[in-house]
């Protein structure tokens, strides 16, 4: 017999582990109502180059751009190409050298042979000379250094050419002393070099402590210098700097992550269109796409690059608008221009994150008691719990993960085994079971925003796992349950057979080839990889709907998950008929609740998200049942059985 206390210990877990949940999710709120501050900068090449364009000088151009709102400059560590092109430098072979025969080249043979196959690196600046040899003995074996005449400094190396033309050569300090006089932030992106040393990283970073208003460092290549063994060394010299590391959306770098980790999450989220795509966008849509990646997304630094302008127009005075168009953007969503917000740590207790467990596993066990699962549950219970425990000990961020989509699958898949029923209702009352069985979904999204309530996992340095599997088991166990529960009561076994055994007419093919395809698509479009699916049409109808309603709700929420499920409420599942239309309508609750799985997207604006989906889909779903109606109605009065 079952014992009684046992729902009533159940519901006791359900609830302490909401009130845990719910208490992490009040603490990431606050976190993010203070991580607001928001920098706008734009590469030092391409203000020099609007500088050119205008007769202006550089430094003046900076002044003007942060008048308008700019508050940071990207400096790309430089090559020695981009020296060469710039006249900071001259660059040589050994043959070279000895063809010229410059008066200085007796005294440069005193410190050893000119070498045919050395590169030699010439200036006549004793900075510039300093630099090279600094970052060349850093980065490289056979460097060596000459002043083989007044203000002639030579710097020779034995690095292969290819290798040398990619290696960074550190920051010359004129543009970076100017953009500190203009008043400006400053923000290096580093190049890697292979073979880097613990001693040759501290050589070559060095230097960035002596950079004015250094504010964030960003790496230029796939993978940091370092990676994988000399992270740690990596890690002791950036946290020496005391400025945050980027991560650049869209562009993974190998070795960020666990350097965030090392740097105890130091990191900011940077957004940039790459210069591959400018010619696709409009000022207007660039705005828009920077906007959203700032209020949606957490992107705290935005790299804007400048449009070149069109026709007569002053192309200077263009781009200046348009950086002041930026700035009353993201002020309009009360971001703030200044150095970027870093996310300071939540602190995450393990007792709460058990107790949290506990209530997902509870809202498990209710399910299978839903579905006559009740044979050994108290058994099962501490079973679970036992494993809880073992894993949140041993592997807590695997186990927080594992957790929280344990959720997403529970919690959807209880509201509508609970909610659908065979008889229907009027449709007022359908849009509040829609209301009711939302919150009873909605149970999955505290718990995992609780159990993922984590600077890590909201700088994406630890990102939710089992994305596609969220979206597909709780259509697959709901279509299960529905299927082979409806219907007269018969064992499972008998009902397998029977069901495998009926012949299947084509119409139920076809419609079932048709689900499959809508299942198909509905997996691909789910993550960030979903974009390539998208069409033209589908995006201007969502930049539509983020300038109308603020934050836009997902499609398949208000157009086609709210409404089915409406409609079946409405109609009530009588038979396995009704099936395609429960798993439509289960698409707009598995979606709502893995919208707050994104943990990079801030809480209200996932909070506004679900808002929106939901009047929307019930205003959508009252059309539908009218339309199912005035449809119904026209074909009985023209059926020609009753004629």
Known sequence: MRQRWYPVLLVFLLVSGMIAAGAAAWQRYRVEAGFRSVEVAMPYEDLNALARLSGRDTLEVMRLFRERGLTTVLFKEPTVDELRRTGEIAVMTGQELQ????????????????????TYLVTSREETFRRLLAQLEAKTSGTRGYRPA???YVVRTSADPGLLSQLGLGFPDGPLQDSARAGLLAMVQVRNWPGATARGIEQALAPLKEIPNLSVLAFNDDTLPGYPQKLRALARVVDRLGVPVAQIEFYPQKGLDKLGVLLDKDVVRLHSIPPRDMSRYTPAEALERYRLAAAERNMRVLLVRPFPGAGARDVLQENLDYISSLKEGLQREGLVLGQASTLPALPVSRAN?????????????????????RRGEIWLLLLAVAAWAGLLAAAPSLARKLMALAAVIIFPSLALVTSVSARGVPALESAGMLLRTTLASLLGALFTVGLLADAGFMLMLD?????????????????????????????????????????????WAALAALLLAILAVYLVRTGNEGQVATSALELKFRGFLDVVLGVRPRTKEFLLGHPALMLLFYTGYRDNRFLPLLLLGAIGQVSLVNTFAHIHTPLLV??????NGLWLGILVGLALILVVNLAGHWWRRFSPGDN
């Open 99 to 118: 063809l010229m025969s410059p008066h200085w080249l007796g005294r440069l043979r005193e410190g050893g042979e000119v070498a045919m196959q050395d």
């Open 150 to 152: 007044p203000g002639v």
């Open 353 to 373: 994150l058990f107790v949290m467990g506990l209530g997902v596993i509870a809202g498990g066990l209710l399910l299978a008691g839903r579905l006559g699962l």
């Open 463 to 507: 990102q939710f796992s089992g994305v596609k599997l969220a979206h597909l088991a709780p259509l697959l166990l709901v279509a299960g349950v529905f299927f082979f529960l409806s219907g007269p009561a018969e064992p499972f076994g008998k009902r397998l057979e029977r069901t495998l055994n009926q012949p299947v007419l084509v119409k």
């Open 606 to 611: 996932s909070l506004m998200r679900l808002v």
